[in-house]
């Protein structure tokens, strides 16, 4: 095979990976992309989608974690998550300082909001739930409402904004003119309804992230005003946007594996090396990006300096040079070192809270809902392809218990 041939031929694969009709199932596409773990595409970004190459790249220095093309319009300040060191460490530190105290100790109290929002709908419509609407989004959403301090009725606001917002995450050659429009209106309609937020709280601080950040006591606090504004942006988007289809991509897994549903109902701890096993076999974070700033050689290929790079990690979570019969949905796993939380410096913030909102909702599921089965096989997928996960998810059981 020729190289154009095969560049050709990754361009291929990565745009079927991508297309709509095969977003309920794209992994075959990422597995052949993973046979060359890494390939330029014929506009001169490399995909990326070996287990260990992905890994290198995620620890390397020299690999920048801003991502954006030259000619893309640039935000007035960049987020931590796009941000190199030394920067992006000030910023994190800043945020986790706030963050890590205010999710401790979160287990219960999440555990009652679930059993609040199960009660609620299922008795409104019994017999039948969209685990989607009634539960995956609206409990990351409370939650990070409540820890940033937003106020609860301000929600679908904010909620139609992240949606298009997150759609703009995806690669710009998927999206629609009026999709471009919308992610250029979301972002002006956030930059005024967060200007609305910080002006509430300079008048009337409170005890939430949100008011640690402005006037916080920790070491380098509080945080510069336009900082300010990006992280809020990142870290709302991130809660809302994210958790959603981890539980949601979980329930699917039970509903498929139902020797699993049972084995849950009889040993609760199963939950924790499951929550893992979906984060490695159906990412809610299917890829991410970054640019080179020298030569980098990956076991005897070089990216060169300068290039864009895509880090396909729900590739990398499926790579058979590191995980054995990796397209089984096997939770008992050893070592599942998965890559759905990515891995380095920027190794997620939200992991410890989303795996927590994750772990209390399939318990739940599984301990309440009798005979639970998919009404439609598979459901709905969402457009995105970056934040990808069922838009709807509707099940059906005997009874809630
Ligand atoms: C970073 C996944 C939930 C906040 C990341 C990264 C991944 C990820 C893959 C690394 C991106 C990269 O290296 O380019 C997920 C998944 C989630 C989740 C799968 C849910 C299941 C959350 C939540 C929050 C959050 C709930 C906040 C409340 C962040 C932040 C970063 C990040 C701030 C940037 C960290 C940095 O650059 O140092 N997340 N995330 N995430 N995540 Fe999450």
């Given at each position: 095979m020729t190289t154009t041939t095969q560049q050709h031929t990754a361009s291929d694969l990565f745009a079927q990976a991508l297309r709509y009709e095969n977003r309920a199932d794209p992994y075959p596409y990422f597995a052949q992309l993973c046979r060359r773990p890494v390939v330029p595409e014929?506009?001169?970004?490399?995909l990326v989608s070996g287990y260990h190459e992905i890994s290198r790249l995620l620890r390397d220095p020299r690999v920048s974690a801003d991502r954006r093309r030259p000619e893309e319009e640039q935000p007035i300040r960049k987020s931590l998550l796009v941000e190199d060191a030394p920067r992006h460490d000030q910023l994190r530190h800043q945020v986790t300082e706030q963050f890590v105290p205010r999710i401790m100790g979160l287990r219960d109290h999440i555990d009652g909001l679930v059993t609040g929002l199960l009660d609620a709908h299922t008795s409104q419509r019994p017999g039948q739930l969209d685990v989607v609407g009634d539960l995956a989004y609206p409990l990351p959403v409370t939650l990070i409402c409540e820890l940033l301090g937003v106020p609860r009725e301000d929600e679908p606001v904010f909620g139609s904004i992240a949606r298009r917002l997150t759609r703009g995450l995806d690669p710009?050659?998927?999206?629609?003119?009026?999709?471009?429009r919308e992610l250029r209106e979301a972002r002006?309609?956030?930059?005024?309804?967060?200007?609305?937020?910080i002006a509430d709280r300079q008048a009337a601080p409170a005890d939430d992230l949100l008011s640690g950040l402005m006037f916080g006591q920790g070491s380098d606090a509080p945080m510069d005003p336009i900082d300010l504004r990006v992280t809020l942006a990142l870290l709302l988007i991130a809660g809302h946007e994210t958790t959603v289809n981890l539980i949601a991509n979980g329930t699917l897994a039970l509903l498929r594996h139902p020797d699993l549903l049972a084995r849950l109902r009889a040993e609760p701890d199963l939950v924790t090396p499951l929550v893992e096993e979906v984060l490695r076999y159906d990412p809610p974070v299917q890829m991410s990006g970054r640019s080179t700033l020298a030569d980098i050689d990956l076991g005897g290929t070089t990216i060169p300096k300068g290039s864009r790079v895509r880090l396909l990690l729900a590739a990398g979570n499926r790579?058979?040079?590191?995980?054995s019969d990796p397209d089984r949905f096997l939770p008992d796993r050893p070592g599942n070192a998965h890559l759905g939380f990515g891995g380095g410096i920027h190794y997620c913030i939200g992991a410890t809270l989303a795996r927590t909102e994750a772990q209390v909702a399939l318990t739940a599921l599984a301990r309440r809902?009798?005979?639970p089965r998919l009404v439609a096989a598979p459901p709905p997928y969402r457009e995105n392809a970056i934040l990808r996960g069922p838009d709807r998810l509707l099940v059906s059981f005997d009874r809630l218990t």
């Open positions: 014929e506009n001169g970004t490399w710009v050659e998927t999206q629609t003119e009026d999709e471009l002006g309609e956030l930059v005024q309804y967060l200007e609305g937020l790579d058979p040079r590191r995980f809902l009798a005979s």
